[in-house]
């Protein structure tokens, strides 16, 4: 794998390693590091760094949930044109295209169930080409992005051995 | 019940110097460690889910004492195609509990009392204790950061004696990360076939060598036959659990280990074996994941301790990492001690894996990245108070 691979993953899994730490772990000098995650972020490959919060054990009131959205694809733009449209809304944390049942998945947050379920039916059900909406409220995460947001699997192993 | 009964020889055996480390550790509280011996990873998918399916299947039995021929055979190709060495399935190979029994059967195998045994240190902590129960002598060899902790010709000399019969070779080396490249094998060779010495070359952690590929002694010209190589499942395909391990030799060694192991073992757990094989041949890619995956944490956690102030050795191999903490003016225990009251930190003592071993401390990084960040932390602000 590329060295461009390794720093894509590395920063995937820590977006807070600095260009120094990279460098080590990697062996490439620390120029050569700055100026292939210049290029990933001039490619588009790195959009954003993020952290993955818990929101329950914050005071902040977050209700989630996902929406499978069955669609009617438009002429010459299939579902590019409807997916970019929902996707425009401060709602919406995520869009994509699915094989199966129904054609969209759209991830909403909102405060509450209510907000969500008025934004459902106000916003995004009217939208035209939109054929079907179906909420499923998010009760409890256990992973995402490869993180447990549980306790997750313990260390199995004894704390010393040879 | 009083001890009277209990051999001189077992009770002469000292405790541990991890075991009573271990002890302190346990009864702490949130603490991060660092001192396990044993890959992070769980073993590969297609290894476990070989396992079920062949006691889905009824696979309970024992099989030959050597080890299922299909694992042999196995062995055999690993061992040709990853290091150039050539053992007949048949009759040089033959399959362990785990690379532990290895050393116990290649120690009883040769060693009468008296014998005595060369051991490179600082090592792993059962040469020294296996060599006792089979009522030889260990004789240590030091080995220093300036030599690369490896043994040189001249260390090797200074410690034969009539009475040397044979030489554990442990690299790449736990604790210190050590590997003997060709021609640091090369240089001690010589001495090794005047002195008419069999080498033990206990390879464990041959998987996980870092710049360059692993050397064994015995694809040097002359040293097969004097060498009893040692190896398993456990580091490079992630098994420990499983206790799987092998030893390559010619066909009268494994014909005296298996007289022994016939007689204490049997055989290795056949689910074990029939794992085994999947592994050799399903799973390069894991391994080639993982030693990658030890690599980058090598090189974070080794600069890291040296920013830090350290002076630390640069492994080649293994998960571990052996740094001084001679300028602290701490002992290995004190050290270890310390660090685990006051910032919750567990790592090894030196001293535990034989002498030369004091002033050092042993760090795995068999640990996820952000893992070995947070107590970095915490080495940090102990270091700022001891260095």
Same mark, same amino acid.
């Given at each position: 794998?590329s060295?461009?691979?390794?720093i894509?993953e590395?920063l995937h899994?820590?977006?807070r390693?600095?260009d120094k730490q990279?460098?080590v772990i990697?062996?490439?000098s620390?120029d050569?590091?700055?100026?292939i995650?210049?290029?990933?972020?001039e490619?588009?490959?790195?959009?954003?760094?993020s952290t993955?919060v818990n929101w329950e054990k914050t005071e902040?009131?977050?209700?989630?949930a996902?929406?499978?959205v069955r669609?009617?694809?438009?002429?010459?733009q299939?579902f590019?044109?409807?997916?970019?449209r929902?996707?425009q809304?401060?709602e919406v944390?995520s869009?994509?295209?699915?094989?199966?049942g129904?054609?969209?998945?759209v991830e909403?947050?909102g405060k509450t169930?209510?907000?969500?379920?008025i934004f459902?039916?106000?916003r995004l059900?009217?939208?035209?080409g939109?054929l079907?909406?179906?909420?499923h409220f998010?009760?409890?995460?256990?992973?995402q992005d490869g993180?447990f947001f549980t306790?997750?699997?313990e260390?199995?192993?004894?704390?010393?051995?040879p | 019940?009083?001890?009277?009964?209990?051999?001189d020889?077992?009770?002469?055996?000292?405790?541990?110097g991890?075991r009573?480390?271990f002890d302190?550790?346990?009864?702490?509280?949130?603490i991060?460690?660092?001192?396990?011996?044993?890959?992070d990873f769980?073993t590969?998918?297609?290894v476990?889910?070989?396992?079920? !399916?062949?006691l889905?299947?009824g696979?309970?039995? *024992?099989? &030959?004492?050597?080890?299922l021929? +299909? /694992?042999?055979?196995a062995v055999s190709?690993?061992?040709k195609?990853?290091y150039?060495?050539?053992?007949d399935?048949e009759?040089?190979?033959?399959i362990?509990?785990?690379?532990?029994e290895a050393i116990?059967?290649a120690?009883?195998?040769l060693i009468?009392d008296? !014998?005595?045994?060369l051991v490179?240190?600082p090592? *792993?902590? &059962?040469y020294?204790p296996?060599? +006792? /129960?089979t009522?030889?002598?260990?004789?240590?060899?030091?080995t220093?950061?300036?030599?690369?902790?490896?043994?040189?010709?001249d260390?090797l000399?200074?410690k034969i004696t009539?009475?040397t019969k044979a030489?554990i070779?442990p690299?790449p080396?736990?604790?210190?990360?050590?590997i003997m490249?060709?021609e640091?094998?090369e240089?001690?060779?010589?001495?090794?076939?005047e002195?008419d010495?069999?080498v033990?070359?206990?390879?464990?952690?041959s998987?996980?060598?870092y710049d360059?590929?692993?050397?064994?002694?015995a694809?040097l010209?002359d040293?097969k036959?004097r060498?009893?190589?040692l190896?398993g499942?456990?580091?490079?395909?992630?098994?420990?659990?499983w206790r799987?391990?092998y030893?390559a030799?010619?066909?009268?060694?494994?014909e005296?280990?298996n007289?022994?192991?016939?007689y204490?073992t049997i055989?290795a757990?056949i689910?074990?074996?029939y794992?085994g094989i999947?592994a050799?041949y399903?799973?390069?890619d894991?391994?080639?994941?993982?030693?990658?995956t030890?690599?980058?944490?090598r090189r974070?956690?080794?600069?890291?301790f040296?920013?830090?102030?350290?002076?630390?050795?640069?492994?080649k191999?293994?998960f571990y990492?052996f740094p001084?903490?001679?300028?602290?003016?701490?002992s290995s225990q004190?050290f270890?001690?310390?660090?685990?009251?006051e910032?919750?930190?567990a790592v090894?003592p030196?001293d535990?894996?034989g002498?030369?071993?004091?002033?050092?401390?042993?760090?795995?990084?068999?640990y996820?990245?952000?893992?070995?960040m947070?107590?970095?932390?915490?080495?940090?602000?102990f270091a700022k108070r001891v260095?």
């Amino acid at each position: 794998m590329s060295k461009k691979m390794d720093i894509v993953e590395l920063l995937h899994e820590n977006s807070r390693l600095t260009d120094k730490q990279i460098s080590v772990i990697t062996g490439l000098s620390e120029d050569e590091v700055k100026d292939i995650v210049k290029s990933l972020e001039e490619e588009k490959v790195i959009l954003k760094y993020s952290t993955l919060v818990n929101w329950e054990k914050t005071e902040k009131e977050v209700v989630r949930a996902l929406i499978d959205v069955r669609v009617t694809p438009q002429q010459g733009q299939g579902f590019n044109a409807i997916a970019e449209r929902i996707g425009q809304y401060d709602e919406v944390k995520s869009v994509s295209l699915i094989s199966g049942g129904y054609d969209l998945s759209v991830e909403v947050e909102g405060k509450t169930m209510k907000e969500i379920a008025i934004f459902v039916a106000e916003r995004l059900a009217p939208i035209d080409g939109v054929l079907s909406t179906t909420t499923h409220f998010i009760l409890k995460r256990y992973k995402q992005d490869g993180v447990f947001f549980t306790d997750g699997p313990e260390d199995k192993r004894l704390v010393v051995t040879p | 019940m009083s001890n009277k009964y209990i051999s001189d020889v077992v009770k002469n055996i000292p405790p541990s110097g991890i075991r009573k480390f271990f002890d302190l550790v346990t009864n702490s509280r949130d603490i991060i460690s660092l001192g396990v011996g044993e890959p992070d990873f769980v073993t590969p998918w297609t290894v476990r889910k070989e396992a079920i !399916d062949v006691l889905d299947r009824g696979a309970t039995t *024992y099989t &030959s004492n050597l080890g299922l021929l +299909e /694992l042999r055979e196995a062995v055999s190709f690993f061992l040709k195609n990853h290091y150039g060495l050539n053992y007949d399935p048949e009759n040089e190979i033959m399959i362990t509990v785990g690379a532990s029994e290895a050393i116990d059967l290649a120690l009883r195998c040769l060693i009468n009392d008296g !014998d005595e045994v060369l051991v490179p240190v600082p090592s *792993y902590v &059962s040469y020294s204790p296996c060599i +006792e /129960l089979t009522r030889g002598v260990p004789v240590y060899v030091p080995t220093y950061e300036e030599n690369n902790f490896i043994i040189t010709p001249d260390d090797l000399k200074s410690k034969i004696t009539s009475k040397t019969k044979a030489l554990i070779l442990p690299y790449p080396n736990n604790p210190t990360g050590a590997i003997m490249k060709k021609e640091d094998l090369e240089a001690i060779k010589g001495i090794i076939i005047e002195h008419d010495l069999i080498v033990i070359s206990d390879e464990i952690y041959s998987e996980l060598t870092y710049d360059g590929k692993h050397v064994s002694i015995a694809s040097l010209p002359d040293m097969k036959e004097r060498t009893i190589v040692l190896n398993g499942f456990s580091k490079a395909f992630a098994m420990t659990g499983w206790r799987l391990g092998y030893i390559a030799a010619e066909h009268s060694f494994i014909e005296a280990m298996n007289k022994i192991h016939q007689y204490t073992t049997i055989c290795a757990p056949i689910m074990a074996q029939y794992a085994g094989i999947k592994a050799i041949y399903e799973c390069e890619d894991d391994i080639e994941k993982m030693r990658k995956t030890y690599d980058q944490r090598r090189r974070l956690i080794v600069n890291s301790f040296r920013e830090i102030g350290f002076d630390c050795f640069e492994p080649k191999g293994a998960f571990y990492i052996f740094p001084s903490i001679k300028k602290t003016g701490l002992s290995s225990q004190e050290f270890c001690e310390r660090l685990l009251k006051e910032e919750k930190i567990a790592v090894v003592p030196g001293d535990a894996f034989g002498p030369g071993g004091d002033g050092f401390i042993r760090v795995s990084y068999a640990y996820s990245i952000d893992k070995i960040m947070k107590a970095l932390e915490r080495i940090e602000s102990f270091a700022k108070r001891v260095l």
